[in-house]
C-alpha cells in the first residue's frame, strides 16, 4: 500500500526513495523487484475477504485477486548493490493484483507477480 506524497511512475527517484525509506532488502542486498500498490489500506484489506482462492504464482497456495484494478509502481534495480545503496527504475501499471493472505481476519502478507 503507498499513498505517499511522491510522484509514483516514470523515474527513478520515487522507486530508491521509497524502497530506502521503508527499509527493503533480501539478506542485506538490494531487492531484485517491488511493488506499491497506490490505494487505501481498506480497498487493499478487502481483497483477502475474496472467496475464489487459487495457487500463486510462487508456490503459495492462498492468492486472492482483486475485482478491480489498482494503479501501481513497478521498481526495478538497476545493476547490483548492498542496501542502501539501490538504484531503481519505475513502471506504472494499472491492473488487477493478487494477493496470499493469512490471518484471521485475513491480512495480506505477499503480493503475487
Do not use: W
Not at 1 to 22: A, E, F, H, Q
Not at 76 to 81: D, N, R
Amino acid at each position: 500500500m503507498d499513498s505517499d506524497s511522491l510522484i509514483p511512475g516514470g523515474n527513478t527517484k520515487y522507486c530508491t526513495v521509497m524502497i530506502r525509506r521503508r527499509q527493503i532488502s533480501e539478506r542485506g542486498k538490494c531487492k531484485r523487484e517491488n511493488t506499491f500498490i497506490h490505494a487505501m489500506a481498506g480497498a487493499i484489506l478487502d481483497v483477502c475477504k475474496a472467496q475464489s482462492v487459487k495457487a500463486c504464482k510462487v508456490g503459495r497456495k492462498n492468492c486472492h485477486t482483486s475485482d478491480h484494478s489498482f494503479k501501481q509502481t513497478l521498481c526495478v534495480l538497476q545493476g547490483f548493490g548492498y542496501y542502501p545503496n539501490c538504484a531503481y527504475v519505475s513502471f506504472p501499471k494499472f491492473k488487477k493484483i493478487s494477493l496470499a493472505c493469512t490471518g484471521l481476519p485475513r491480512v495480506p502478507v505477499y503480493v503475487d507477480p
